[in-house]
């Protein structure tokens, strides 16, 4: 396996621009999460993918993030009019699930994309 | 809610052991912990299931108390590279089937 990979790394953007991340999960793997980090803080769940269905939302995405799983291979998370809030480390993470039994899949997460609303 | 971890951070000289605890309010199927870098991502340690079953990664090793809502994890013997900050991740039971939720993390500094 060659690991998720997120790009970019680091993303620097004013307030009110559009930004979009891209997360390519581990081969022939068909789970795939968003997680926001911010300083001291663990990963806190955005959404997660079953191949391309979106199967559970958090309450912390707001309208102005949207993510998609065309083709149930790599996603990506987009947020429009970014605000400083937005500022945060954004995790991606990946699994392949036999569809057994519940959040028993091993998660492996990817670099993250460091977002810097100015 | 997340689950909550303590300590919050502990030093440790090379060769001593530490124990960090992960409580959850609600009832628990799963406990997934992770250790981080600064600057890295998070890199799996273990899993444990509901049955509190103890599972092992080299020296580290960890327990699960189904009628606490409560993992431990255990580092035995530390070493340098056990150095980082470490997150308990926690399926519960009337979640989603992928839904983890992560604590604040523990900070661990392992001084030579």
């Known amino acids: 396996d060659t690991g998720v990979s997120q790009n970019p790394r680091h993303k620097i953007t004013k307030r009110g621009q559009n930004v979009t991340f891209r997360c390519d999960p581990i081969s022939e793997h068909n789970r795939l999460y968003w997680y926001r980090q911010t300083l001291g803080q663990g990963p806190e769940f955005l959404t997660y993918?079953?191949?391309?269905?979106?199967?559970?939302k958090s309450r912390l995405l707001s309208d102005r993030f949207s993510a998609e799983r065309p083709k149930g291979s790599f996603s990506t998370l987009e947020i429009q009019r970014t605000e400083q809030g937005d500022s945060a480390m954004y995790l991606c993470?990946?699994?392949?699930?036999?569809?057994?039994?519940?959040?028993?899949?091993?998660?492996?997460f990817g670099p993250g994309t460091r977002l810097t609303v100015l | 809610q997340q689950p909550v971890q303590s300590p919050q951070a502990v030093i440790l000289r090379e060769g001593e052991d530490a124990v960090i605890n992960c409580s959850s309010s609600k009832a628990l199927y799963s406990v997934h912990w992770y250790r981080q870098k600064h600057g890295e991502a998070p890199v799996f340690l273990m899993i444990l299931l509901k049955g509190g079953e103890q599972k092992g990664h080299e020296k580290i090793s960890a327990s699960f108390n189904e009628k606490k809502q409560q993992s431990s994890l255990y580092l035995t013997a530390s070493q340098l590279s056990y150095s980082g900050t470490y997150f308990c991740?926690?399926?519960?039971?009337?979640?989603?089937?992928?839904?983890?939720?992560f604590g604040a993390g523990t900070q661990v500094v392992v001084t030579p």
């Open positions: 993918f079953q191949n391309e269905a979106q199967l559970e």
């Open positions: 993470a990946s699994s392949r699930t036999s569809g057994g039994a519940r959040n028993t899949d091993t998660q492996y």
């Open positions: 991740g926690t399926g519960v039971l009337i979640d989603s089937w992928g839904k983890l939720q």
